[in-house]
């Protein structure tokens, strides 16, 4: 019974969790390339909406099997922490050294 | 009884043979399906492990980031770093000021380094004196970079010898009568300044009324007991302090006079950087700023002033030779006329 799963385990749902989980990765890929750059003018596009696309891929990845929801919490995790990120940078980068 | 066992034996046998039966019948895989099977188990594991730790690999540098920005924040660790490091510049840097909106603040990871222009009052104008650029690394300074574009810097660090005001009771420097000299020999149209060690402990306003209006008073040497020795107890020099004898109308600057007299604000400087001391000596040329016997000092004996930077036209300049008052000077930087 168990190896009959197997050969269904690849639905659309499935899918949508590791295009999530790889929009994700990314958005993550882009912050890391503005952080080392070091540059102030970074696109929101990929610190906003990115991690928004990939947020809404994650939930609707959720609704699959049981097993194979890995990728979907993996791209919700990563996407919620670039969102929280960037608007934690917001408060923390104007508390430090701040000018009118 | 045997018989019955007998049967129901072969009852279970049968039963049994029929379920593997049945089990092998719908569950049968041939072995290329099984190599399929595991192949694709392998892909999965191999993906998954793949991305994740990507993942975790591209969470170091925003996870430090992040950690780095909560660390200076809370607790205003880098505004206070900042705050230190700028009033010191004010107190221990004679006609020194600084734009204190211009200071540049640079976050790596767990380590934050400032960069500010520094700015003396020649004339009338403020001109560039160099820039500094100091590292800390958690909250714990490393010594400044200072490039300094003046013509006669003070020295890097301070020895007894290269002082530039003396107390009235220390022994007077060499080689400072030809001082005056290079003020008889500096063209009329110019301004310039000067440091001027006194021949006695005076009020800040009575220096100010001795010296004339023909000159400004930009910054004064205050008295804290330590100058007449020049060391503090264990022997390292002791470095001037002072604040700025002007209101410096910059909206930022402590000394913008607006609650406080600029004497207030230097009392209140000391107290802070009394907090702050490691940091303060760090940044200072002084290597010892001794600052709570210093603070003792000032409240019991009040504000004396020992020396004083002032500027102004060269003509007026050379006419302080023949005032009592000064014992010695030293000649800092001369500008192109710039006195209205």
């Known amino acids: 019974m168990e190896l009959e799963i197997t050969k269904k385990r690849s639905g659309i749902t499935t899918i949508i969790g590791l295009l999530s989980f790889l929009v994700a990765l990314v958005a993550l890929a882009s912050l890391n390339i503005g952080l080392l750059l070091d540059s102030d003018e970074f696109p929101d596009f990929f610190l906003v909406r990115l991690p928004m696309i990939g947020l809404a891929l994650g939930v609707v990845g959720l609704f699959t099997k049981k097993n194979s929801r890995l990728y979907a919490f993996w791209g919700i995790g990563l996407c919620l922490f670039i969102l929280l990120f960037t608007f934690m940078m917001f408060g923390l980068a104007w508390m430090i050294n701040p000018k009118p | ?340």
């Open chain 2, 1 to 340: 009884m045997t018989e019955n066992r007998k049967d129901e034996t072969e009852l279970y046998e049968s039963i049994l043979n029929e379920s593997i039966q049945e089990f092998e019948e719908t569950h049968s895989h041939s072995e290329k399906e099984q190599k399929r099977i595991i192949k694709k188990g392998k892909n999965t594991a191999i993906r998954t492990n793949i991305l994740i730790s990507l993942a975790v690999l591209l969470l170091i540098v925003p996870v430090l980031t992040l950690s780095t920005y909560l660390y200076y924040a809370i607790g205003g660790k880098a505004n206070n770093a900042i705050d230190v490091a700028a009033k010191t510049i004010y107190v221990t840097e004679p006609n020194m000021s600084l734009e204190e909106m211009e200071i540049e603040s640079d976050i790596g990871f767990f380590s934050m380094s400032i960069t500010f222009d520094v700015f003396k009052r020649i004339g009338r104008e403020d001109y560039k004196a160099g820039d500094y650029e100091i590292y800390f690394a958690f909250d714990s300074p490393s010594f400044p970079e200072r490039r300094m574009l003046l013509d006669r810097p003070m020295q890097e660090i301070p020895t007894i010898d290269t002082e530039w005001l003396v107390h009235p009771n220390a022994s007077d420097p060499i080689g400072r009568s030809g001082e005056w000299n290079i003020l008889k020999n500096l063209p009329d149209g110019t301004v310039g300044e000067v440091y001027l060690s006194l021949t006695e402990l005076v009020e800040p306003k009575e220096l100010e009324e001795k010296l004339g209006k023909e000159v400004q008073v930009r910054w004064l040497a205050v008295d804290t007991g330590f100058e007449e020795k020049q060391v503090d107890n264990e022997g390292v020099p002791v470095g001037v302090i002072g604040y700025p004898a002007q209101i410096d109308s910059t909206t930022w600057s402590p000394f913008n006079g607006r609650e406080q007299s600029n004497e207030e604000v230097f009392m209140d400087i000391l107290n802070l950087l009394e907090k702050n001391e490691e940091t303060a000596t760090k940044i200072a040329r002084s290597k010892s700023l001794v600052l709570s016997e210093r603070i003792a000092y000032l409240k019991e004996h009040g504000t004396q002033v020992y020396g004083a930077v002032v500027t102004g036209p060269v003509p007026e300049l050379r006419k302080l030779e023949n005032n009592e008052l000064i014992r010695s000077i030293k000649v800092g930087e001369v500008k192109l006329w710039n006195w209205k």
